[in-house]
């Protein structure tokens, strides 16, 4: 089956960084393009960022565009986003998961930004 494990996430002030990781299995990583998504409470699940299956092209959403960047390891079957300059609407628990077809979604980790 299809499994997600998201891990990085934590309490950091603001202007701070975290990179999150996730380790897949259960499908074909590489042929995948994957994305980062996130949930605050009382909103809706939105795209964070995007990257190809080859790993060149990648999409991010506005808001943290200049401060997050999306990675992969098509070796390791993972998925990464590096955050820095951590603003309190940051905020969110976050997911990885595939694009455009989504699957299973995993636990996700907690991004927590407050002084």
């Known amino acids: 089956q299809v499994q997600f494990e998201e891990s990085g996430g934590g309490l950091v002030q603001p202007g701070g960084s975290l990179r999150l990781s996730c380790v897949t299995s259960?499908?074909?990583?590489?042929?995948?393009?994957m994305s980062w998504y996130r949930q605050a409470p009382g909103k809706e699940r939105e795209l964070v960022a995007a990257i190809g299956a080859v790993g060149i092209h990648t999409i991010y959403a506005d808001s943290v565009k200049g401060r997050f960047t999306i990675g992969r390891d098509n070796q390791k079957n993972t998925l990464y986003l590096r955050m820095n300059d951590l603003k309190p609407e940051d905020s969110a628990l976050y997911y990885c998961n595939a694009r455009p077809f989504i699957l299973p979604w995993g636990p996700g980790t907690q991004v927590t930004v407050s002084s």
């Open positions: 259960g499908f074909t990583f590489s042929h995948n393009d």
